[in-house]
């Protein structure tokens, strides 16, 4: 699929993240049980980190797996670290192929030893590759992320008075990633659910209506025109951003 006309290559997000929601769902409302929503979401991770390489991103997180999905039912977690596991077997040779880096934040020792050997090789093997970096949010919440920052600042010894935004940013998972001009999330739900809290202070949100495992390329391109629409301020006045622009 070319990308859309109406998408200005020079005004491309250089970090998008995205939750992604309503696997379970779009499975139920095609009398599937949710476990076939998460195997079907699989193409929709495929087709945005294709949408988001040939348009320029650098930087795709996807929310696969939070704190508090440890909590659903057994059988539905192990089907996700089950799913994880065979999605990065399955798919490691393109994304090394494509110049895909793979990435990981969250708590990644909570992982099952397979799940967590698995990622770790897909990490080493595309260290170098440098098309786009995709990052798996795995075992993830912005608040257990904060809460292990302050914890690790306190045993570095910070002092108050040294503490400031860029020092937390450096003790945060997502160190020396840019934080996301966009944060899509499908499925009708307007929240954040703890992804990102920190670095999505200044990102454009776009929520759509569709379900995960439908979200194609043209949904992805849909978002970024829309992003490329929108006047971010950062709390300046629009008459300050216009002049900077000229
Ligand atoms: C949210 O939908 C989705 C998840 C908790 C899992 C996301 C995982 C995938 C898309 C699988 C493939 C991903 C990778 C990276 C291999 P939900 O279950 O909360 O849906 P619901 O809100 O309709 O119940």
């Not at 994880?84 to 990644?108: H, S």
């Not at 990052?135 to 993830?140: E, F, P, Q, T, V």
């Not at 495992?213 to 829309?226: G, M, N, Q, T, V």
Request: with cysteine.
């Amino acid at each position: 699929m070319a990308i859309p006309s109406n998408i200005n290559p020079e005004k491309v997000p250089q970090h998008v993240a995205i939750i992604m929601d309503g696997n379970g769902r779009w499975a139920k409302s095609h009398g599937h049980d949710r476990i076939y929503g998460h195997l079907s979401g699989v193409r929709s991770v495929r087709e945005s980190l294709e949408a988001a390489r040939e348009l320029g991103v650098k930087y795709l997180t996807l929310y696969a797996f939070s704190t508090e999905n440890w909590n659903r039912p057994k059988e539905e977690v192990e089907a996700l670290m089950d799913l994880l596991v065979k999605t990065i077997v399955g798919e490691i040779d393109e994304l090394d192929a494509n110049g895909v880096r793979l990435d990981a934040i969250g708590d990644i020792e909570h992982l099952p030893e397979s799940c967590k050997n698995e990622l770790q090789g897909g990490i080493d093997r595309t260290k170098d590759n440098s098309e786009i970096t995709l990052i798996l949010a795995l075992s993830y919440s912005s608040r257990w992320e904060i809460v292990e920052a302050i914890k690790r600042m306190m045993a570095d010894g910070v002092k108050a008075e040294e503490v400031n935004d860029n020092l937390i940013a450096t003790y945060l998972c997502t160190k020396n990633i840019p934080d996301p001009e966009l944060m899509i999330r499908t499925s009708g739900e307007q929240r954040i659910s703890n992804f990102l809290l920190w670095q999505l202070a200044y990102s454009e949100l776009y929520f759509t209506e569709t379900y995960w495992p439908e979200f194609r390329k043209a949904d992805f391109f849909e978002a970024i025109a829309e992003f490329q629409g929108r006047e971010r301020r950062f709390g300046k006045t629009s008459e300050q951003i216009i002049l900077k622009d000229k």
